[in-house]
Every structure is written in structure tokens, then in C-alpha cells.
């Protein structure tokens, strides 16, 4: 990697740090910390939804699958779609009118402290590990386009991500997920034609591609677990306490439903357009064997993209993937310092909140490092991510999004539901492979983990039911709560008045540091053209449409730009 690649990741990464630490003086409250001040604009939110979680595996995790798998991977990534219109649909809203700062919290609301409690210990002992595999491949991504060592990769880029997550809360990372959308759509966009020029166009790669690369599904990844894996897609997207957030932090229910929608929709065209290269290279260079695939991404940006670019779209592949890590970090010690610490100080400040909650978020990174630092003695990313999703997700994330729609199910049934599906899940992960000769495939790992939850609470919902029958008495009682059951809410769209123009500040800021940042990336881009041994027409003209959009931005916000100035 040249000089100018090297100084372009650093200055995009100060960038994204500055734009991070711009938010220092936001988070007076728990509220403005943690969810944005609950009026974040609900596009803001959703490509935040969107870069947290399409970020955290696509480059390394996604990027091994559709260069070992071809078409297979972006079959699988399409079930997100599906899943995240669902969700904006039927779920997204039901979490917006809970107005619980985080999932623990309408937990506590609907159950009481005790099931609060298990479930936040579980999540945050959950969250360790899944936080770390989202660290791992930021690392990955640095290692194989630098040759700087993974292990100093994941200590450096832990400490950096942390550092403005815990001083700008929620809103830094909303503002920096904007920021690597753009850079990381307007790279891709000039990837793809640069890589389909590099093979000979898209007949030599059809021609040239291995026999069933363009198949929907094969025999690892079947139409079965294709459907499995959805499910659990629905149930983590809308379930997953960090994802949670994003529907939580907008004003109202239809605007947490279009967080859903514009998740969907982009995942129905951008897993088409981002799995190309790595097809491509599958192509160009077959020999890639074991983990070897986890960098080939990144190997076609190095081959086809002019000098300067590669050093942007890494910067912005790494800040991307670190989105999942950032995300996490912030939920998780919204936890411990709303729901955990609290509780057992419920007098405490705001301010001493506030201050918790960042020291938690420093905690957490720590915990997170080692946990990455730990992933390549796992069995890879790959191997990893299917694990934990078998194992945790409708164990962790069902019982939560059926207790939005019941008001019959008991902390009891969902705490027995989520600790069986637990149990049995790592009996049959970690114990019964090394006695017997019982192993379950990835497919059958999957449909074990989803579809076991689903029949527990099933059969719990019926014999709740029945017991409401003889006994009369509803497990969701308005006095247990302090409102009315979320299936009986008005499904009208409340005003929040003062609190809205409250955080209105926040909100202007928000959109004054998006609009510079991109700004600022289209400029960037300019300069890069400068440089580029070749393709600077494409460079140039991405640059020229980012720098509009940043100055239409700005434009729409004429006081708030000059006060930037100032």
C-alpha cells in the first residue's frame, strides 16, 4: 500500500473522529446520551440501523461467503430485507411506544427488576462476545490491506472507537454511520465497473465463473436453512437490544417504522451491488484456501482501484465494521448505568449517569478487545458469527418481541423459555459432539436455536391463556406497568412538544456535522483525483456528487452552517 493510501486512511479516520467528538457537550442526559434525545430523524436512524448491522459482516464475513459461496451470499443477505419491512411494519412501532429508553427497561416495566436482571446479565455476557467478533474483522480488514499485525490492529482500533463513543454517545455514532454510508456507496460504485473491466466485462465473468456460482442456494446453504436463517434475521433485527435503539430514538411510530422500511429497502439492492467484487476476484484468483477468503474483499479494492481510494475505502470499511462495535458499546452501557447502576442508586444525577455510562462504554471496549484478540482460536469470523447466531438468537431476541404482543405471557415463561433454548443449544454445541457422536451441521445448529424458542412460547402462550380463561387475570396488569398494555395503545402518533423543541439543538447538529463531513469527503475525493494514475474521471465525478449533497445539506440549514463558521 503506497504512502498516500496510508495517509488518506489516517486523515479519513481523524475526520470521522472529530466529526465523533464534535457531540462531547450533547449528552447532558441519559436520554440525549443514549437515545439521541428520542427525536432522531428517522433517516438518520435507519441508515444508522442499516451500517450497524450490514457493516458488521460484510466485508470479511459476507465477502469469504460470496467468494467460496457466489450468489448464495446475497441470497442470504436478501432474507434482511424481508425481515427489516416485517419489522417496520408490525414491530418497529410496537418498540417506538413502549418510550423505554432501552430494551431492559420495558423488561423491567413488564416483568419487574429480577427478570430485568438475568435477562441484562445474559445480554451482557452475550454482547461480549458478539462485540468482539464484530472488532475482529475491522482488524482483518487492516491487516490484510497494511501487513500491520492483527493483534496491534485490534488493540489500536478498540482504544479509537471507544475513545468517541464513550465522550459523544449516541449521536456520534449515528453521524459517523452517515458518513461511512456515503464513502463506502460511492467506493463500491467505483469498484464494481473498475473489477468488471479487470476480468473482461460481465460476459467473461459469467463465462469464466465456477459451474453453480450463480445458484440462489446450494448444499451447505439449502432453501431450509435459507428460511431458518431468516427467521432469525427477523428475530435479531427487531429484537437485538442495540438495534432496539434506533426504533426507540425516533419521535414517533410511523417515523419507527420507516426506520424499518428504509432498512429493507436497502438491503434489497445493495447485497447485489457490494458482493460483486469479491465474485469477481473468486474468478480472478481462485487459490484463496481457509481463512485466506476472509481478505478477499479488500485484495480486489487493492487490484482495481486508483492510488489514493483504496486508502478511503479502507478508512471507511474500518469505521464501518467498527459501526456494529460502537453501537453495542453504547447500548450495553446504557444498560449498566440506566437499568444496573440506577437501580441501585435511583437518586443519582443525570450528570453522575452520564459519567457512568462512559466509564461502562471504556469497560466494555477493554472486554471487547480481548474478546476479538480471541476469535482466530474460535475457528475464524465465519464459523463465529453462525455459532453465536444458532446459539443466542432466538433464545435471547424472541421472548422479548412476543412479550409485545402478549400481554398474557410471565417474566417467569420467558426467562424458562430463554434459559431451556440456551441450555439445550450449547449441550448440543460444546457437550455432545466430545461424548457421542451427536453433531449438528450449521443447518440443523440453526433450526434448533430458532425454531425451539418458537415452540416453548407457543406452548406457554397457550397455557397462559387457558389459565386466563379459568382464572380471569391478565399477567400484564395497567398498575404493573404504568400504562396501558402496547396492544391496546392508541395507535396515534403522540407530539412530545416541549421535549421535541428541547432536542432540537441536538438534531441541528446533527445535521451541520453531516453536511460538512460529506462536504468535506466530496473535497477529499477531488484532491484524490489529483493523484489517481487512472480512472479519474470516476473519482472526479463521484467527488463532484458527494460535495453537492454536503453543500445541499448545508444549504437547507443556512444559520446553522454560518454558526459552524463562526
Same mark, same amino acid.
Given at each position: 500500500m503506497s504512502g498516500i493510501d496510508i495517509g488518506v486512511i489516517f486523515l479519513f479516520s481523524f475526520l470521522v473522529f472529530v466529526c465523533g467528538m464534535s457531540f462531547s457537550k450533547s449528552g447532558k442526559n441519559m436520554k440525549s446520551f443514549f437515545s439521541a434525545g428520542g427525536a432522531l430523524p428517522w433517516w438518520m436512524s435507519g441508515l444508522s440501523l442499516f451500517m450497524s448491522f450490514f457493516s458488521s459482516g460484510t466485508f470479511v464475513t459476507w465477502g469469504a461467503l460470496a467468494y467460496s459461496n457466489g450468489w448464495v451470499a446475497i441470497t442470504i443477505q436478501w432474507t434482511m430485507a424481508i425481515s427489516g419491512i416485517l419489522i417496520g411494519f408490525f414491530i418497529a412501532p410496537r418498540w417506538q411506544k413502549t418510550h423505554a429508553l432501552t430494551a431492559a427497561e420495558f423488561i423491567k416495566n413488564r416483568f419487574g427488576y429480577k427478570v430485568q436482571r438475568t435477562y441484562t446479565y445474559i445480554f451482557l455476557a452475550i454482547a461480549s462476545f458478539s462485540t468482539g467478533a464484530f472488532l475482529y474483522p475491522v482488524a482483518k480488514i487492516l491487516e490484510v490491506s497494511t501487513g500491520i499485525p492483527i493483534t496491534a490492529s485490534i488493540i489500536v482500533l478498540g482504544i479509537l472507537i471507544l475513545a468517541y463513543t464513550a465522550v459523544g454517545g449516541l449521536w456520534a455514532v449515528i453521524v459517523t454511520?452517515?458518513?461511512?454510508?456515503?464513502?463506502l456507496t460511492a467506493a463500491v460504485?467505483?469498484?464494481?465497473?473498475?473489477?468488471?473491466?479487470e476480468i473482461g466485462g460481465v460476459s467473461q465473468f459469467i463465462a469464466k465463473a465456477p459451474e453453480g456460482f450463480f445458484n440462489l442456494v446450494n448444499e451447505e446453504f439449502s432453501w431450509s436453512f435459507i428460511v431458518v436463517f431468516g427467521l432469525y434475521n427477523l428475530f435479531f433485527i427487531a429484537g437485538n437490544w442495540p438495534y432496539i435503539q434506533r426504533y426507540t430514538s425516533v419521535a414517533t411510530p410511523n417515523d419507527a417504522k420507516k426506520v424499518g422500511w428504509l432498512f429493507g429497502g436497502l438491503y434489497v439492492i445493495c447485497p447485489v451491488i457490494?458482493? @460483486?467484487?469479491?465474485? @469477481?476476484?473468486?474468478?480472478?484468483?481462485?487459490?484463496?484456501?481457509?481463512l485466506a477468503d476472509e481478505g478477499a474483499y479488500l485484495l480486489m479494492c487493492k487490484?482495481?482501484?486508483?492510488?489514493?481510494?483504496?486508502?478511503?475505502?479502507?478508512?471507511a470499511m474500518i469505521f464501518a465494521t467498527a459501526s456494529s462495535v460502537n453501537t453495542s458499546l453504547n447500548l450495553s452501557a446504557g444498560v449498566l448505568a440506566n437499568d444496573v447502576y440506577g437501580y441501585f442508586r435511583p437518586k443519582a444525577s443525570d450528570k453522575e449517569l452520564v459519567?457512568?455510562?462512559? @466509564?461502562?462504554? @471504556?469497560?466494555?471496549?477493554t472486554i471487547t478487545i480481548v474478546i476479538a484478540l480471541l476469535v482466530p482460536y474460535m475457528g475464524g469470523v465465519v464459523t463465529f458469527v453462525f455459532a453465536m447466531a444458532a446459539i443466542t438468537g432466538g433464545a435471547l431476541f424472541l421472548p422479548p418481541i412476543w412479550a409485545l404482543f402478549s400481554p398474557y405471557q410471565t417474566g417467569k415463561s420467558l426467562l424458562t423459555v430463554t434459559l431451556i433454548t440456551l441450555a439445550v443449544n450449547m449441550l448440543f454445541k460444546f457437550v455432545l459432539p466430545y461424548i457421542s457422536d451427536i453433531s449438528l451441521d450449521r443447518k440443523n445448529e440453526t433450526f434448533l436455536g430458532i425454531c425451539l424458542p418458537i415452540v416453548l412460547l407457543s406452548i406457554a402462550e397457550i397455557y397462559v391463556r387457558l389459565k386466563h380463561k379459568r382464572t380471569g387475570v391478565v399477567a400484564w396488569k395497567t398498575s404493573q406497568v404504568g400504562q396501558e398494555p402496547i396492544n391496546q395503545q392508541n395507535d396515534v402518533d403522540v407530539e412530545q412538544g416541549p421535549e421535541l423543541v428541547a432536542n432540537s439543538a441536538d438534531n441541528n447538529l446533527g445535521v451541520r456535522v453531516i453536511g460538512w463531513g460529506i462536504a468535506s469527503i466530496g473535497i477529499l475525493m477531488g484532491a484524490l483525483m489529483l493523484v489517481a494514475e487512472h480512472s479519474q474521471v470516476y473519482v472526479a465525478g463521484m467527488g463532484f456528487i458527494i460535495l453537492c449533497i454536503g453543500g445541499f445539506i448545508l444549504s437547507k440549514n443556512p444559520k446553522i452552517a454560518n454558526s459552524e463558521c463562526k
Open positions: 454511520d452517515i458518513l461511512q454510508f456515503v464513502v460504485l467505483i469498484v464494481v465497473p473498475l473489477a468488471f473491466g457490494w458482493m @460483486i467484487p469479491p465474485m @469477481i476476484y473468486r474468478v480472478l484468483n481462485p487459490d484463496l484456501a481457509g487490484q482495481v482501484l486508483p492510488l489514493g481510494m483504496l486508502g478511503l475505502m479502507l478508512g459519567k457512568v455510562g462512559r @466509564i461502562a462504554t @471504556i469497560l466494555l471496549g
